[in-house]
C-alpha cells in the first residue's frame, strides 16, 4: 500500500492542483480570480500528460547506433502537444485579459455578482 501511495503522489498532486481550480473558480466572484483558478487548472492538466510521457528508464528518442530498443525511448507526442497547449493557454489568458479590461472600462469593476446586477438593471 505504501508503494502505491508513493508512485502515484504526483498524480495525487496534480489532482488536488486541478481541484484548488476548480473550487477557485466555484468560490469566487471576481472574475480576475476566476481567470487564474482557470489557469491553475490548465497547469494541472499540461503537467498531468508531461507527466504521462515520461517512462522510468528511458532514453531520448534520438537512434545513435546503439543497441537501445523502441521500448525504452520515451514517446516525444506529449511534450509536443504540450507546447501547442501552452501557446492556447497563453493566447486564451490574453483575450479573457482582453474581455476583463473592456468590462472593468464598461462596468467599473469585475465582481459577477454586481456585473449581473447592474445589466438587469
Do not use: C
Not at 52 to 59: A, D, N, R, S
Request: aromatic share 8%.
Amino acid at each position: 500500500m505504501d508503494s502505491f501511495i508513493t508512485g502515484s503522489l504526483i498524480y495525487w498532486l496534480v489532482a488536488a492542483l486541478f481541484l484548488l481550480g476548480v473550487y477557485g473558480i466555484l468560490a469566487n466572484n471576481n472574475l480576475m480570480k476566476k481567470l487564474m483558478a482557470m489557469n491553475i487548472m490548465q497547469v494541472a492538466v499540461i503537467v498531468f500528460f508531461l507527466i504521462l510521457g515520461q517512462k522510468l528508464g528511458g532514453t531520448l528518442p534520438i537512434l545513435m547506433g546503439s543497441d537501445t530498443t523502441v521500448d525504452h525511448y520515451i514517446n516525444p507526442l506529449p511534450h509536443a502537444l504540450m507546447l501547442t497547449a501552452i501557446v492556447v493557454s497563453l493566447s486564451t489568458t490574453g483575450v479573457a485579459l482582453a474581455l476583463l479590461m473592456r468590462i472593468q472600462e464598461r462596468y467599473g469593476e469585475i465582481e459577477e455578482d454586481d456585473i449581473l446586477r447592474r445589466m438587469n438593471e
